[in-house]
């Protein structure tokens, strides 16, 4: 129980901006422990992760030009960009269950294999978000007046810096762990500037007089999903920073 608790008042403290120092008491190998450590040295484990993370990487640019392209009104590379995040979720989907299966497989780091699940996984939520979006626009089409374009693709891309970041903190969980602190707190601020877009966006289509209370509920739904990636880079961030300092006691 005083362990949870102690956990959990890490957590409180580094979400109200207080920067903690991971690896305090530890030894400077177990703070700088590379991946290739961590992994026993298998490099094809290690690729694995990296091509992971750049796949879910370009997974978010595609997203974001998918809605460039949706606003500028271009459907043909629209298109292009929903079938570029489909094949690239679907590539997702299948190097994480081959991690998963390294690392059952080859019975590596049990003591953090459960942490390191929850984590790839956590991660693909971001990919699998980008493309239910750019789907959900594709389906219902919905109609965006040209002076809303801005706030969308400003939404739009601070979500995307807000998942980036947590993909950064990521490869630093597994190659540099002091070094998650310096990008989580990247994560937490994007979240809040999406929350505050989100917020002005709205607040722009209600005060609309020319949108009719459908259109007005159309275009709030969507600049929540929208506004859902960076949701849950925000939640990732969360877990990375309770596993970062699990692997510091």
């Given amino acids: 129980m005083h362990g949870l608790f102690g956990l959990w008042k890490h957590l409180r403290r580094y979400r109200e901006g207080v920067v903690e120092r991971l690896g305090v008491g530890t030894t400077p ?7 290739a450590i961590l992994f026993k040295a ?26 460039r392209h949706y606003l500028e009104r271009d459907s043909i590379r629209f298109e292009e ?15 994480r269950r081959s991690i998963e299966g390294g690392l059952y497989g080859h019975s590596l780091i049990p003591e953090h294999r459960g942490d390191v699940l929850q984590l790839l996984e956590s991660i693909d939520d971001l990919i699998d978000m980008a493309k239910e979006t750019l789907n959900q626009f594709l389906v219902e089409q919905p109609f965006i007046p ?5 706030h969308y693709t400003e939404l739009a891309q601070t979500s995307i810096q807000a998942g980036e970041a947590v993909i950064v903190a990521t490869r630093a969980f597994f190659k540099n762990l002091s070094a998650v602190k310096d990008h989580l707190h990247k994560v937490y601020f994007f979240e809040k500037e999406a929350d505050t877009i989100g917020n002005r966006l709205k607040l722009a289509v209600f005060q609309s007089d020319e949108l009719e209370l459908a259109q007005k509920m159309h275009l709030r739904y969507f600049a929540l999903h929208i506004d859902s990636i960076a949701d849950v880079a925000e939640g990732v961030a969360d877990r990375l920073t309770i596993f970062a300092i699990k692997r510091t006691l």
Wanted: charged share 25%.
């Fill in 42 to 67: 298998t490099h094809s484990l290690e690729n694995q992760i990296d091509e992971y993370l750049d796949t879910v990487s370009q997974g978010l640019i595609v997203f974001g030009e998918g809605v």
């Fill in 81 to 95: 960009r929903i079938k570029a995040i489909e094949r690239l979720e679907g590539m997702a989907d299948s190097l």
């Fill in 29 to 35: 190998i177990l703070r700088g422990v590379t991946m």
């Fill in 146 to 150: 040209e002076p809303l374009n801005r």
